[in-house]
């Protein structure tokens, strides 16, 4: 089959991508996916009721600690995340110009990231007429909890920002989330429409994995795929990956474009010698804080999010930024279980080292080079990270303390993800019956309520009070990855020897590939990658049309 563009991978960037390549009629492209083309009611919900859902997951991979699950459905993230829309500081992009990168400065990128939204909420530094839908949880419908946190943000100088996307900075608000009337607006539902998939010259080939890409000499000419039917070659004059952070590189290493004396050790004919592809590896460290709530500090059943509200704020650190870290409030417990009996009863403080430095790399497994790559995170290895994660549990300590908390909150604690947790979190009837026995001892007095929340962590107080190498040992030992998976094929200069893609995504050594995911960003910003990845893709497809007229 022949096309002009093959977009690879259907995720956040791959759904915008092939969207906007197909706007122009005379164009013929192909988006591969290796998930399904589906939505169900889990997905399509608000409720971020997807959360660690084998069903929707490349469930081989692993970093250093265990098992990291990735995003593989029609709409990638998009379609499983905690829907938290941010654009990150202006100051995250204009720090790549350091890496020699032109034309994504904030001013540059702004225009795209208005391209994906509507905005429903403001005007003003806001795109109205985008396929993403954005709308926030007003204050009035926040949980008892976050209204108490409001009441006290304040008196440690963090105001109210009721646009955190308009403005940057420290202070708490409404999180802005890709959602309209209780839904959620994936990239596939909002970019691969009804109207969008009536077009005669585009073609959804889910279920269908790219194994390697095919060259003629040092030219892209196509990729070899996988689906249910066995292999298959597709041809295209140009081919884009939008596989993500992870994959994106994985498939370059696969098809020999990468360090080359790493490719020459596995046997891996060398196409192009780029030492970057899988180095530069960001992601997000958490840390979280469980709180019992009492009855007035919950979030009313009619709620249609779990985490509506956050906080960014400055560490202080001198050799970091401002506003370097984030704290998402979970009003109830992520996933499934947040609208069991036991998982409204309990929220969670979700700590984010939000401008973080640690880095590892995505590589090919020795031992199995076309299975799953294998990812090494190295998080908290900058002491920078480790450091702020440490005082971020006085930071927690001191909030949930003061006196207007208190008055709604029983116990805070440490998790220390027993097996039993991980089992309340998961599906299943066994799952359902745990949490209903749990909601019975949250419910109980104080005795009983205590003795069961010592089996799932420490009391916050005890831990904040501990020596700080244990409070080390405590937040390198459960601290948990986001998925925030970026940085393996960075963007820079020409003549730059670590720098994988030029400035509109042209992946260097070869011609006719491009890659246009969450891999390509230099640094990681201070938020979620989702939006960003969208203005990418938005950006580099404009690049590409308007090269071809
Ligand atoms: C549970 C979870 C919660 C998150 N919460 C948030 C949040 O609230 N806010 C936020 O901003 N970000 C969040 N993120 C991260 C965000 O969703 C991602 O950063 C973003 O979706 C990445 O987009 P991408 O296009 O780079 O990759 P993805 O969206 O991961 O898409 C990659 C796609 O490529 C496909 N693919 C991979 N390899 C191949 C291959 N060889 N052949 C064919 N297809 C392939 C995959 O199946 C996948 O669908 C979250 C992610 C997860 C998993």
Redesign the pocket.
Known sequence: METDYLV???????CVMASRLSEDPKRRVIL????KDEEPPAIRSARFLT??APRFL?NDLADERGPF??????????A???????RGAPQDYDEWAAFGVHGWSYADVLPYFQKVESDLDFAGAHGHSGPIKVHRVPPSEWSGLSKALAAVLPKRGLGHIPDMNAQSGDGFGAVPLNMDRGERISAARGYLSPTVRQRKNLLILSG????RLRFAERRVIGAEIRDSGGPKILTAGETVL????V?SA??LLRSGVGPGAQLRELSIPVVADRPGVGENLYNHPMLFVGVHLRAEGRQPARAIHPCPFLVRYSSGMSACTPTDMLLNVWERVPGRLAWDPSGSQVAILNLIVNKVYSRGSVKLDRGRPQGPPKVQFNFLTDERDLLRMIAGVSFLRELLNAPQVTSVVNEAFAPVWPPIAITMMGDGTKAQFLSLLGSVALRAGGPIRRRALRDLGVPLDQLAASKTDDIATYVRTYMLP?????GTCRLGRQDDPAAVVDNSGRVLGVDRLRVA???IFPTLMA???????MMT?EKIASAMLSEQT
């Open positions: 690879i991978g259907g995720g956040s960037a791959g591969v996916e290796a998930g959360y660690g490349w699950a990735q995003p593989k459905v029609l709409g990638g993230g998009s499983i995340n905690a829907m938290h829309m941010q269908s994995e790219a194994l939008c596989c993500g952070g994959y994985g498939l986001s998925y925030h998976v970026s995911d969450a891999s938020a979620g990658c989702n939006l960003p990845v893709a």
